[in-house]
T-cell receptor
């Protein structure tokens, strides 16, 4: 079983739609979680951290369910500029701090 | 803002060459990482370093080595380049502190081995 799994998509949505991505992780030692955004042929950039209590940043909401070992990202009122690949990331912080990346979910927002 | 600079955006080398990819960061971060990213495989960790002269193997270290002589610089070395090492290479850094510290990436180097 892969450590971090995501639906690769693509998710095709119209502008203004609400879209949700889920991600599961298998390593219960993972302690911190992030969503990164990666545009085509660019480096990944941090979108937001994911906190146990859930957190929101504008149109983006992230949730973490430790019992079920999944993370979600909700994007409301999608914009054309949201088109990208979204990477779910789990970080193990005991011992060496390393990140495990999911393969990403592609989002395509159309006019 | 953290700045992570990779020496080349695009690089073309020949099979058997020794290839150096350089990464420099300006934030005094202890931890530095080298990944490669391939279609359908996502980011895979090659090596990381948590201090000067220290290094640890990641998930796919074969065919690579690294050097960390100074805190700000982490070099990835392809000892004898092969075509299956054609890939996008990404360097990242991580500052101190426990938990909820994201990694910061360089722009990436697209390496082609002919």
């Amino acid at each position: 079983r892969k450590e971090v799994e995501q639906d690769p998509g693509p998710f095709n949505v119209p502008e203004g739609a609400t879209v949700a991505f889920n991600c599961t992780y298998s390593n219960s030692a993972s302690q911190s979680f992030f969503w990164y955004r990666q545009d085509c042929r660019k480096e990944p950039k941090l979108l937001m951290s994911v906190y146990s209590s859930g957190n929101e940043d504008g149109r983006f909401t992230a949730q973490l369910n430790r019992a079920s070992q999944y993370i979600s990202l909700l994007i409301r009122d999608s914009k054309l500029s949201d088109s990208a690949t979204y990477l779910c990331v789990a970080q193990r912080t005991s011992g060496y701090s390393t990140l495990t990346f999911g393969k990403g979910t592609m989002l395509l927002v159309s006019p | 803002d953290v700045k992570v600079t990779q020496s080349s955006r695009y690089l073309v080398k020949r099979t058997g060459e020794k290839v150096f990819l350089e990464c420099v960061q300006d934030m005094d971060h202890e931890n530095m990482f080298w990944y490669r990213q391939d279609p359908g495989l996502g980011l895979r960790l090659i090596y990381f370093s948590y201090d000067v002269k220290m290094k640890e193997k990641g998930d796919i270290p074969e065919g690579y080595s690294v050097s960390r002589e100074k805190k700000e610089r982490f070099s990835l070395i392809l000892e004898s380049a092969s075509t299956n090492q054609t890939s996008m290479y990404l360097c990242a850094t991580l500052g101190p502190g426990s938990g909820n510290q994201p990694q910061h990436f360089g722009d990436g180097t697209r390496l082609s081995i002919l």
